[in-house]
């Protein structure tokens, strides 16, 4: 069981910046890609990013690419989710998450954290 704890959400203008961060613990965790999903309200959970196991590789969503940079830090068993020139659109609940596979499918991440709110203003 791999257990996720997310923080770093918060309040942020259009064009600022923020850093997510997912803590993971549990039995073998740092052998699991990572990815963060968002969920806007009245919305589907939606694909951002995700991370290879090793860090060797990531996949961007479209709308995110170029400015969101993903990275991890094995030995410290974290996730990072670096921010900048955020947009209103951005507003959502962000979520990181762990699966077998560097995919964008919801379906097939198995551990999810808690979510943590970015509100971006406009």
């Known amino acids: 069981q791999v257990q996720l704890v997310e923080s770093g959400g918060g309040l942020v203008q259009a064009g600022g910046s923020l850093r997510l961060s997912c803590a993971a613990s549990g039995r073998a965790s740092s052998n699991y890609a990572m990815g963060w999903f968002r969920q806007a309200p009245g919305k589907e959970r939606e694909f951002v990013v995700a991370?290879?196991?090793?860090?060797?590789?990531?996949y961007y969503a479209d709308s995110v690419k170029g400015r969101f940079t993903i990275s991890r830090d094995n030995d410290k068993n974290t996730v990072h989710l670096q921010m900048n020139s955020l947009k209103p659109e951005d507003t959502a609940v962000y979520y990181c998450?762990?699966?077998?596979?560097?995919?964008?499918?919801?379906?097939?991440?198995?551990?999810w954290g808690q979510g943590t709110q970015v509100t971006v203003s406009s």
């Open positions: 998450a762990a699966s077998n596979l560097m995919v964008p499918q919801i379906s097939l991440y198995d551990y």
């Open positions: 991370i290879s196991y090793n860090g060797g590789s990531s």
